[in-house]
């Protein structure tokens, strides 16, 4: 995505983020936040850039106040709680509406730059508009309807106990980028099956998007090795004749979250449970 490649987000609904104040709700973890969004409001003063678009004075002062975001949405996972925080300041503090959503998407990446050095800001994006939507390869944004997955693709997470790095893993495909070997493999071998996916699943195509996702998988474990843990790698080679099931990377991989797909839940379930793996259903 940082390169433009297309992509389709959709929110995760089971996600929460709200303002609060220590005053009124102590807590380690609290003024922890607080500290952490004192840090972002000095990242965000150090440009013009964001000071004509966010009221650092009044972020500043509902810090003081001890504001802090009180969110359940766990970091290092690949699900978005820096997009949150990120997408959360700019709609309580912003001064500015951006309305164009190509140009908020590059607003809230900067922004983002903050936590992992180089963000898409697709992530805050997401956050902020609360709908599903793809990011086409002509730099549009198309908004869906919440239902748009078949009834026949479920979607779930699996947990893999290790918390992610982003900005080191982000770091690392950028440095592969450089090499024209890689680079070429990736953009005739990899990149095709992006599209290709998100095309054959909003179109309906089960059975071709489970097909263009086992490539995508596949690919993911030859040329993003590094963003597969360890105990996660079984999963991406594991079949079963009478279920579609597939997993592939979610964020920056690595750790957190994996992203796993299925056509039917009591048999992933099984298949989950024999090898010991516990999974939240998203869709």
């Not at 059975?207 to 993003?224: E, G, I, N, P, R």
Request: net charge negative; aromatic share 14%; with cysteine.
């Amino acid at each position: 995505m940082i390169f433009g490649s297309p992509a389709l987000l959709m929110p995760l609904y089971t996600g929460e983020s709200h303002w609060d104040y220590i005053w009124r709700n102590h807590g380690k973890k609290n003024y922890s936040s607080n500290r952490s969004l004192h840090a972002f409001a000095n990242y965000l003063e150090s440009d013009k850039y964001f000071t004509e678009h966010i009221d650092i004075e009044k972020f500043r002062a509902e810090l003081k106040k001890g504001l802090f975001l009180d969110s359940c949405i766990p970091s290092g996972y690949g699900v978005g709680s820096s997009g949150a925080l990120t997408a959360a300041v700019y709609d309580r503090f912003k001064s500015k509406e951006i309305d164009d959503l190509i140009v908020l998407k590059e607003f809230l990446g900067d922004m983002e730059n903050c936590f992992h050095g180089s963000s898409s800001g697709l992530d805050p994006l997401q956050c902020y508009l609360g709908k599903p939507f793809i990011l086409t390869e002509d730099k549009k944004v198309q908004v869906l309807d919440k239902d748009f997955i078949p009834e026949n693709i479920h979607i779930f997470l699996i947990d893999s106990k290790i918390k992610s790095e982003t900005k080191t893993l982000v770091n690392y495909f950028k440095q592969q980028r450089e090499d024209p070997r890689y680079l070429k493999a990736f953009d005739e071998l990899y990149y095709p099956f992006v599209g290709r996916c998100i095309d054959s699943l909003v179109s309906g195509d089960v059975d071709k998007f489970f097909d263009d996702l086992a490539h995508l998988s596949y690919y993911q474990t030859v040329m993003l090795r590094p963003m597969i843990t360890d105990n996660m790698l079984p999963l991406f080679s594991l079949k079963r004749k009478d279920v579609h099931f597939q997993i592939k990377i979610c964020g920056s991989g690595g750790g957190g979250y994996f992203l796993g797909f299925a056509d039917d839940k009591e048999a992933t379930n099984e298949f989950m449970k024999e090898h010991a793996f516990p999974i939240t259903w998203i869709i």
